[in-house]
């Protein structure tokens, strides 16, 4: 009887395809790079996510923004949108004996706005252990984020030792903030795919299994200063508008915007290095959500790798 494959779709959010030098190393693990693709259909990443999840236009799935839409709305619009479609090919390979993942970077692409995966996974992008990972987990599903209530919830089940591990990790990220703001530390550059890495080196997974992961490293933030995205965001905006950006901004911009994306490159390939073992049987993916970022340059989405 023939296996049925694995499939990994391995999303570099917010990758331009002529940012995406280093890519060519997967040839060695047998890739192809197809200089046809292109991004989906959408200039943003729900939709966009939702479009190669589900085969659909957004015209079709109408999953995306739209005037007077805010974000809670948008939550359930997808929540709900993913669930009348079955939640695509999530839910196909699911019903066809398929062990399903969703590992993510990105709060789009979850379980909160639908992506519904057997195995559900959003890592923030600054963690320093896999230990603080699962602590993270019981701060968001336990405790709603409430870092107070996880503490106490921590020492009310005598477990001491997470609480001031968790204190712990709390100073360390507050420390590292301030360092960031004397820029001794670069808090842009990694989120969340090294811890991606080790998780994905650690998985013993059921085959078959259908896996989608999201990782942010070619995503905004790119200033040091600017961790929030308040003067990207309003940078952009001018720029959308005509009401013109200065030349520094826009080199240095272009400037930071290389360095994340070729960090992101580095990371893409270690997160295939670490599913090598199942690359005989597995269609793997590798492509972005979006052609990338608006730099002031004039270029189009063109595709990804």
């Given at each position: 009887?023939?296996?049925?494959?694995?499939?990994?779709?391995?999303?570099?959010?917010?990758?331009?395809?002529?940012?995406?030098?280093?890519?060519?190393?997967?040839?060695?693990?047998?890739?192809?790079?197809?200089?046809?693709?292109?991004?989906?259909?959408?200039?943003?990443?729900?939709?966009?996510?939702?479009?190669?999840?589900?085969?659909?236009?957004?015209?079709?799935?109408?999953?995306?923004?739209?005037?007077n839409v805010g974000l809670?709305?948008?939550?359930?619009?997808?929540?709900?949108?993913?669930?009348?479609?079955?939640?695509?090919?999530?839910?196909?390979?699911?019903?066809?004996?398929?062990?399903?993942?969703?590992?993510?970077?990105?709060?789009?692409?979850?379980?909160?706005?639908?992506?519904?995966?057997?195995?559900?996974?959003?890592?923030?992008?600054?963690?320093?252990?896999?230990?603080?990972?699962?602590?993270?987990?019981?701060?968001?599903?336990?405790?709603?984020?409430?870092?107070?209530?996880?503490?106490?919830?921590?020492?009310?089940?005598?477990?001491?030792?997470?609480?001031?591990?968790?204190?712990?990790?709390?100073?360390?990220?507050?420390?590292?903030?301030?360092?960031?703001?004397?820029?001794?530390?670069?808090?842009?550059?990694?989120?969340?795919?090294?811890?991606?890495?080790?998780?994905?080196?650690?998985?013993?997974?059921?085959?078959?299994?259908?896996?989608?992961?999201?990782?942010?490293?070619?995503?905004?933030?790119?200033?040091?200063?600017?961790?929030?995205?308040?003067?990207?965001?309003?940078?952009?905006?001018?720029?959308?508008?005509?009401?013109?950006?200065?030349?520094?901004?826009?080199?240095?911009?272009?400037?930071?915007?290389?360095?994340?994306?070729?960090?992101?490159?580095?990371?893409?390939?270690?997160?295939?290095?670490?599913?090598?073992?199942?690359?005989?049987n597995t269609l793997f993916?590798?492509?972005?959500?979006?052609?990338?970022?608006l730099l002031g340059d004039?270029?189009?989405?063109?595709?990804?790798?």
């Amino acid at each position: 009887m023939m296996r049925r494959p694995n499939v990994v779709i391995l999303i570099i959010d917010t990758l331009r395809e002529d940012y995406s030098q280093g890519l060519e190393r997967l040839g060695d693990l047998g890739f192809v790079r197809y200089e046809n693709a292109i991004a989906p259909p959408a200039p943003w990443t729900l939709p966009s996510h939702v479009s190669m999840i589900t085969g659909q236009y957004p015209s079709q799935h109408q999953i995306h923004e739209a005037y007077n839409v805010g974000l809670e709305e948008l939550v359930n619009i997808s929540r709900e949108g993913m669930q009348r479609l079955g939640y695509g090919v999530l839910g196909e390979l699911r019903d066809y004996g398929y062990e399903t993942y969703v590992i993510s970077a990105n709060p789009f692409v979850s379980q909160d706005f639908g992506f519904k995966a057997m195995n559900n996974m959003l890592i923030p992008g600054r963690l320093y252990s896999l230990f603080h990972f699962r602590l993270y987990n019981v701060l968001v599903h336990e405790y709603g984020r409430d870092s107070i209530r996880t503490f106490l919830g921590l020492l009310n089940r005598d477990n001491v030792r997470d609480a001031l591990v968790k204190i712990g990790h709390s100073l360390r990220y507050y420390i590292d903030v301030f360092l960031n703001g004397l820029k001794l530390l670069d808090l842009t550059m990694e989120k969340g795919s090294r811890t991606m890495v080790k998780i994905l080196n650690g998985l013993k997974l059921s085959e078959p299994f259908f896996m989608v992961v999201n990782m942010m490293e070619a995503h905004s933030p790119y200033f040091p200063n600017d961790l929030n995205d308040k003067l990207y965001n309003s940078a952009i905006a001018d720029w959308i508008l005509g009401r013109g950006v200065s030349d520094g901004y826009l080199r240095e911009l272009r400037f930071r915007y290389g360095i994340h994306a070729r960090y992101a490159v580095d990371r893409a390939v270690e997160i295939v290095r670490a599913l090598s073992r199942y690359l005989d049987n597995t269609l793997f993916i590798v492509t972005s959500d979006h052609g990338g970022e608006l730099l002031g340059d004039g270029a189009s989405v063109t595709g990804t790798s």
